[in-house]
């Protein structure tokens, strides 16, 4: 199993700020995914990010929005930049610690919910 | 471009099972159904997964058909806790690696 930590667990920010959003696992993992969860909506996956490469992001996502940091096995940050209404959603981290080796489960943090004002 | 869809919300007793039904035609035969679910303001809470055969874990069941075109998790004895928003999910392979492709999800609610 994995458990997930994740800070801030909420915050409320000013439009045309940065938020920074840490991601801690209490093992080392390939793989760290990060969601967003906009108000009463699933889950949308922003970006794949594996140690020591450039995070693959999904279509509609770009890196100058949100940049990844990933500079170990066990951490990881993704940063909304340039914050406006729109981006008040829940942001998620998951990891995936046994895909490679059979085990299927992927597990969640609890998620930073961002209100932009 | 989710690959599953679900209705909206159901409605259960507690004490009865609740059926959730998902559709995923277009799913690939190396990829895995996952099931999820959310319970308000909580993180994804892992349920079951499968590819072919059935499955049963001690929370629920699933079945799949044969064509893998859909499935449906069965909660035997809803209780009032199991209230949540319940994803039907493909863990598909994209540039590479794995990920899990949420659907919009199902509001399950289950009364007294």
């Known amino acids: 199993s994995a458990v997930i930590s994740q800070k801030p667990s909420r915050d409320i920010c000013q439009r045309g700020t940065s938020l920074t959003i840490q991601c801690q696992v209490d093992?080392?993992?390939?793989?760290m995914f990060w969601y967003r969860q906009q108000p009463g909506q699933s889950l949308t996956l922003i970006a794949t990010?594996?140690?020591?490469?450039?995070?693959t992001y999904e279509s509609g996502f770009v890196i100058d929005k949100f940049p990844i940091s990933r500079p170990n096995l066990t951490f990881s940050t993704l940063t909304v930049s340039n914050m406006s209404p729109e981006d008040s959603s829940i942001y998620l981290c998951?990891?995936?610690?046994?895909w490679g080796t059979g085990k299927t489960e992927a597990f969640f943090g609890q998620g930073t919910r961002l209100t932009v004002v | 471009d989710a690959k599953t869809t679900q209705p909206t919300s159901m409605d259960c007793a507690e004490g009865r099972a609740a059926n959730l039904p998902c559709n995923h035609s277009?799913?690939?035969?190396?990829?895995?159904v996952y099931w999820y679910r959310q319970i308000h303001s909580q993180g994804p809470q892992y349920i079951i997964h499968?590819?072919?055969n059935n499955e049963t874990n001690e929370m629920a069941s699933l079945i799949i058909t044969e064509d893998r075109k859909s499935s449906t998790l069965i909660l035997p004895h809803a209780t009032l806790r199991d209230t949540a928003v319940y994803y039907c999910?493909?863990?598909?392979?994209?540039?590479?690696?794995?990920?899990?492709?949420f659907g919009t999800g199902t509001r399950l609610q289950v009364f007294p």
């Open positions: 277009t799913i690939s035969g190396n990829e895995y």
């Open positions: 998951s990891v995936t610690p046994g």
């Open positions: 990010a594996n140690q020591g490469s450039e995070a």
């Open positions: 093992s080392q993992v390939t793989m």
């Open positions: 499968g590819l072919k």
């Open positions: 999910i493909v863990r598909v392979r994209r540039g590479g690696t794995d990920k899990l492709i």
